[in-house]
């Protein structure tokens, strides 16, 4: 099976330094070996990547088309001013999960709205590093459902 993309966005690779009381102390290595278990424990391979580039963000999504068999995102800020992340998601057609550790409704206004939501499959937010896992799970699950149909 091809891999899920584990995709994340600006800032993420300063985890564990920046603002811990709002995402915690694991670093983005913690989670991706987190993710890394999860998934095999799942029977799913992951490629994880993160980037503070939108537009190297759009082309993974464009690669995943091919080259994935779904999408965890966390976009970070882009979550809430990237047309061209919605854009490049909803040509992967893909299964595809919005992820953030932190509540991003608990958190200033202009973080209610994500350009992201309209394009995946579902929102997971609030669980800090086990929001990865949980996007995870989600994905297997609708993967396990299309091989179903």
Known sequence: ????YVLNGP???MLGLREPAIYGAATLADIE?????HA?????SITFRQSNIEGELVSWIQEAREKACGIALNAGAYTHTS???HDALKAAELPAVELHLSNVHQREDFRHHSFIAPAVNGVICGFGPESYVLAISALHSLLTANKKA
């Open 11 to 13: 800032n993420l690779n």
């Open 1 to 4: 099976m091809k891999p899920v």
């Open 40 to 44: 095999e424990g799942l029977g799913l």
């Open 33 to 37: 070996a987190r993710c890394r278990a």
């Open 83 to 85: 047309i061209a992340l």
